[in-house]
């Protein structure tokens, strides 16, 4: 594939103290793609996500080895600023975690943080967050109620929103659908495909046919290791490994 | 019956017995003081000074005393006690610093209230030359309080769900900005409790005061903070012991006690039972 | 830029977070520099064990035993009030309560924890020395038993709220496993709970100590004051904390009754010190044993 390369991961080596969680991933994040990361419980996807946008580092005790690149630099050089490259590359979690503050104000708290004064701009940017993750018309009239109101679809859709208005460039989903009900997980997966016209995404799951459904690049895991990664359509239809093709299959999970 | 059913049907009773004799001591002091000091209260009890060296007139200057020095010793405790527990949830370090500093609270929130007196006589009222003042009153029961309001502080904080803060920094935030504000407006119930717990500790307190900030004579409200004052729980204290004509000043002191005990109670109550709710709902 | 803010932020706070150890050190450095004068007028086996306590005679006699004897007494008394009352409102908080009754229960005790020891100490002279004093026909109420009494009422409450504390962290498996084999509540709560939860009421029982030690207008206002050492339970005594509460105002500035009351208040300082740490060795092996983080 010729398509640029957004993130790389060039032998990524893990620790969580003594215990090593990621051997030796090398894996690429083609830009406007969705990768999804699948892999049974355990195998180190939610480990790798978090070093995307350096929310590992949150957690004592840890090392890494190797690198992590976005657009060709390492973001753990040094000279480069964690908070910045947060703002780049930004993250939706597994269960919705907005703040007990009203909707507006959740939407808008990451353009404060980053230094955005302008009331002007912020409405702006609010507004057109939540259009482009399908909330705007369900909430327009009620902006300052408190987020905590919403339904847990709706909540995470607002989180969606948050991380949209500080204009990352990639944005991390880590297994975004494992607390909705099928209908808004089914919002959600149209959402992103959607959002892949404008941003890079990867997204962890463990529901295979999800997946299926919405990625063009898919990485399976096992145990810490990258067994295989390909496009989609050949992982599920022809995977190369003969564990990819059990875990597909379903002979473990 | 069996034995042992007989010995448990004793055995609870026993229980039931010590809760009850522990509710009822405290009822009855309640019920004293609030009977007997019920008589002396009135507007002017509560408004005008003390007149006929003692014996009549109000308390107010009392009342204005107890209000300034715990409200001086919020100054104190709070910035202080605030800040250590930030330190303590959030920079969250590990090894010998938290458990010296940890230790360090415990030990002082066991030292005896007159020890701390001492400490402020001879810290603020000789060395820093404060004099017998509220300001020394109050640097002696803010560090009295500090435990307290750690205490309180710390509870609040680590119930802030740790997704919040996740969410700040995976926007970009820094780690001053997330506990700015996410975390402290979250936990800030929790931080007004533990002020109101300290409030009703902080005004009851006699010993502390007793050299550092009380004065019984003074029938005057203070001018400054260099000023004494008089406070409700060393008046009663002294209306007893230093007191002239014990039977207008038994009086006056049941009425103190009252005044002092209604606001210990109603604050504190109210503390608590804030406290109570949030734990049932962080539960 | 921003980063030099972070971290600047970062040692403001550990800076500011060290004040309770600064405050600790700093009492502990005044009550030494302050007290340690007596010991040039006065040799210190003679302070700690001398039996006359005559600060402001010419000559000064400055031995703390009476003074000891009574915060000791007087605090054993008081054991004998608040352990019963204490650790058995406690169990019936835990075991014959709903959850919903303890909720409006246990935060009643915590506000009666909070009834200032002035108050305490007025009720004393007022209602229950006089009481005392017909009822058992003794010469004064005002005494080591009245004192003991109402400084045991006094610490029930902290006794009960962190006996009460230490019993819920039982795990519920525990009382499983007793009924399992026939045991009924009662034979449960002796034989497994209590124990299991030992180390925990100890703790509880060794702070109601702590504050009874330290309490100080309480036993001013009860204890009756008289400084030599108590042929029974009914003498007047003055516990080392009355002492300098009384005393305090009288001693002038810098003179040897100054410095003996600082180095009092030391000693109490050590006792109580040496309470607190056995506490919190106590808890933490307590907690480890059942399984929580400490």
């Known amino acids: 594939m010729h398509d640029t390369i957004k993130m790389k991961a060039e032998g990524v080596d893990f620790f969580y103290g003594p215990r090593q969680a990621l051997k030796n991933i090398n894996l690429d994040i083609c830009e406007k793609h969705v990768t999804a990361i699948i892999g049974p419980s355990g195998c180190g996807k939610s480990t790798f996500i978090r070093l995307l946008n350096r929310m590992n580092e949150l957690v004592p005790n840890a090392s890494l080895k190797g690198r992590i690149l976005l657009d060709g630099e390492d973001i753990f050089e040094e000279s480069v600023d964690a908070v910045e490259i947060r703002r780049r590359v930004g993250m939706v979690f597994q269960k919705p975690n907005p703040f007990p503050k009203s909707i507006f104000e959740n939407v808008s708290y990451g353009l404060h943080v980053n230094g955005v004064k302008d009331k002007k701009l912020i409405e702006k940017r609010v507004i057109a967050s939540l259009e482009k993750a399908a909330l705007w018309g369900d909430i327009k009239d009620r902006l300052h109620e408190s987020a905590l109101k919403l339904s847990g679809g709706q909540q995470q859709r607002l989180c969606i929103a948050r991380c949209l208005a500080v204009e990352p460039e990639v944005i991390l989903f880590d297994e975004p659908c494992a607390s909705l009900d099928p209908i808004s997980t089914g919002k959600i997966e149209e959402l992103i495909l959607e959002l892949k016209k404008y941003y890079t995404i990867v997204i962890v799951t463990h529901n295979m046919q999800q997946a299926a459904r919405i990625s063009d690049h898919t990485a399976f895991f096992l145990l810490g290791e990258l067994i295989e990664m390909g496009e989609t359509q050949g992982i599920f239809t022809a995977p190369r490994d003969k564990r990819t093709e059990d875990y597909i299959t379903g002979r473990f999970g | ?283 | ?294």
């Open chain 3, 1 to 294: 830029m921003a980063r030099i803010k972070e971290k600047a932020y970062e040692w403001i706070f550990t800076a500011l977070a060290f004040s309770s150890l600064i405050f600790l050190v700093g009492i502990i450095i005044v009550l030494f520099k302050e007290g340690f004068p007596i010991f040039k007028a006065v040799k210190a086996g003679d302070f700690l064990f001398g039996r006359a306590w005559y600060p402001t005679y010419e000559p000064p006699e400055f031995g703390i035993f009476p003074l000891v004897l009574a915060s000791f007494w007087v605090t054993l008394g008081a054991l004998f009030v608040c352990v019963p009352l204490g650790v058995g409102s406690a169990l019936y908080l835990h075991e014959m309560t709903s959850f919903r009754q303890r909720s409006v229960l246990k935060p009643m005790v915590e506000i009666l924890a909070s009834i200032p020891s002035v108050v305490y100490g007025f009720f004393g002279m007022m209602i229950v020395a006089p009481v005392l004093q017909d009822l058992l026909h003794i010469p004064t109420g005002l005494c080591a038993f009245s004192a003991s009494l109402v400084l045991g009422i006094m610490a029930a409450p902290t006794v009960c709220s962190i006996a009460e504390d230490a019993l819920s962290y039982v795990p519920k498996s525990f009382r499983e496993a007793s009924f399992a084999v026939g045991a009924n509540r009662w034979q449960t709560l002796t034989k497994v709970v209590i124990p299991a939860a030992g180390s925990g009421i100890s703790t509880a029982i060794i702070l109601g100590m702590s504050r009874a030690v330290g309490e100080t207008m309480t036993v001013l206002m009860v204890a009756g004051g008289a400084a030599v050492i108590p042929k029974s339970i009914f003498d007047p005594v003055r516990p080392m904390t009355s002492a300098i509460a009384a005393e305090m105002g009288e001693a002038p500035m810098g003179s040897m009754h100054y410095h003996s009351l600082f180095a009092i208040a030391l000693i109490l300082f050590l006792i109580t010190f040496a309470f607190n740490i056995a506490a919190e060795l106590i808890s933490r092996r307590f907690r480890i044993k059942l399984g929580h983080s400490g």
């Open chain 2, 1 to 283: 019956m069996k034995t042992k059913d007989i010995t448990q049907k004793i055995g609870f009773a026993a229980l039931f017995t010590c809760m009850l004799v522990t509710l009822f001591f405290l009822g009855a002091i309640i019920f004293f003081i609030a009977a007997r000091g019920i008589k002396v209260i009135s507007w002017e009890f509560l408004t005008q000074i003390p007149r006929g060296g003692m014996t009549q007139g109000g308390v107010a200057p009392a009342i204005a005393g107890t209000l300034y020095i715990t409200l001086g010793s919020i100054a104190v405790s709070l910035p202080l006690g605030l800040a250590c527990a930030i330190y303590l949830c959030e920079y969250s370090p590990k090894g010998i610093f938290v458990n010296i500093i940890r230790m360090s609270i415990n030990n002082l929130a066991g030292v005896p209230s007159v020890v701390f007196g001492l400490f402020g006589l001879a810290v603020f009222v000789k060395f820093f030359g404060f004099g017998v003042s509220i300001l020394s009153g109050s640097l002696t029961l803010g560090i009295l309080a500090l435990p307290v309001v750690i205490s309180a502080t710390q509870e609040a904080l680590t119930a802030v769900p740790h997704s919040l803060r996740e969410a700040s920094l995976a926007l970009g935030a820094t780690k001053w900005e997330t506990i700015k504000k996410i975390v402290l407006p979250t936990a800030l119930p929790g931080i007004l409790t533990g002020i109101i717990l300290s409030i009703g500790r902080v005004a009851g307190e006699t010993a502390p005061i007793l050299f550092t900030a009380a004065t019984f004579y003074t029938r005057r409200y203070p001018d400054s903070v260099f000023s004494e004052v008089m406070a409700l729980p060393y008046h009663i204290y002294a209306l007893m012991t230093e007191g002239t004509h014990p039977e207008e000043q038994t009086a006056i002191a049941y009425g103190c006690a009252l005044i002092l005990l209604v606001l210990v109670l109603a604050v504190s109550g109210a503390a608590i039972f804030i406290r109570q709710k949030q734990r049932i709902q962080n539960a």
